[in-house]
């Protein structure tokens, strides 16, 4: 019962921050220089002010501000995030058709960011002092500082243009016509240089953070009692430091899954990769509100949907703690 409540009081909670977010989105979008009328009007090579007028009453732009964000708002109650004149269609078939790519990347990215980061991470508290610590620090340190735009170039000058091991660029090999494992097969291909890239930053990260905790838990005197008892040094690791110093590691996690959504803006635009980064920057510079305001949208609700989940894997990393 306990459990039922706490989520439908999350559930409300998230509900209402998306529209907080949904609103101050449309506020900034809506304070940015330029609209989508004047790239439109000047595509067409018209400047026309009757013509102008036209496009700004077709979108809406002619009404007050507060009317606009009454209608935007109501709209989006309704799962309608409206539609994208220059694409076409609707924004949220444009974004479902990017999603997947994206929950591909992002969701490969922060499996391998986490195995790396604590495996790397537990490995520099266990051997603390030593040459290991020392260069499982330094390559973190070097990887958190490093820009991840001039890790994904340096990628593809490497590993595409002069080893030509992998795929630099795109989901799938095109007109290859490869179906099943053949296709499996070149996507994951597509997928390494993109994937690790994103992840290096956030491995980096957790590898510092499960370091720092392991060696904060350490001393408690729990850990003490264990090694007093004689209890085997990889039992106490696994069971008793590594467990409980996971918490902090699921926190920033579960803050940083939803944010790597949106992040990925940088990734998708250097690799090609159709994901809804790409989509929001070309958004972007289309001056595409609507697509632009759904991308933001989403992204904020699969952030919030992420912190929902790392509150859920708080009691199974450790019991003790009750959702109420």
């Known amino acids: 019962m306990k459990r039922t409540q706490f989520m439908l009081a999350r559930v409300l909670q998230g509900l209402v921050a998306i529209l907080l977010i949904a609103t101050v989105n449309f506020m900034l979008v809506r304070a940015a220089p330029g609209d989508p009328v004047s790239v439109l009007a000047g595509e067409a090579g018209a400047s026309d002010p009757q013509f102008v007028a036209q496009l700004r009453a077709q979108f809406g732009l002619d009404q ?12 989006v109650v309704q799962l309608d995030l409206g539609y994208s004149y220059r694409q076409q269609q609707p924004v949220l078939k444009l974004i479902m058709d990017r999603l997947p790519a994206t929950l591909l990347l992002t969701g490969t990215a922060f499996a391998l960011s986490l195995l790396f980061g604590i495996t790397l ?14 260069a499982i620090t330094v390559v973190a340190l070097l990887f958190y500082a490093t820009p991840l735009y001039w890790l994904a170039l340096m990628a593809v000058l490497v590993f595409t243009v002069q080893l030509e091991w992998l ?99 940088l990734t998708e635009t250097v690799f090609a990769w159709p994901g809804i980064g790409r989509l929001m920057f070309d958004a972007l510079l289309q001056r595409d509100y609507s697509l632009l305001l759904g991308a933001f949208l989403v992204t904020a609700a699969m952030a919030v949907l992420f912190n929902l989940i790392t509150d859920l894997v708080y009691t199974l990393v450790d019991p003790r703690i009750e959702l109420t």
């Not at 490995?123 to 290991?132: D, E, F, I, N, Q």
């Not at 494992?181 to 291909?189: E, I, P, Q």
């Not at 696994?238 to 902090?248: D, S």
């Open 64 to 75: 007050p501000l507060s009317t606009q964000l009454a209608t935007y708002v109501g709209k």
């Open 121 to 134: 991470g537990a490995l520099s508290a266990r051997r603390a002092g030593t040459w290991v610590d020392s």
């Open 167 to 265: 795929p630099g660029f795109g989901l799938m090999t095109v007109g290859s016509g490869a179906t099943g494992f053949a296709l499996v097969l070149d996507v994951a291909r597509h997928l390494v240089l993109p994937a690790l890239t994103l992840a290096l930053f956030y491995m980096a990260v957790y590898a510092r953070m499960t370091r720092a905790a392991m060696l904060e838990v350490a001393q408690m005197d729990f850990v003490k009692t264990a090694r007093a008892k004689g209890v085997r040094p990889g039992r106490i690791l696994r069971a008793h430091v590594l467990r409980n110093a996971l918490l902090p590691v699921v926190t920033l996690a579960g803050i940083q899954a939803g944010g790597m959504i949106g992040g990925a803006v």
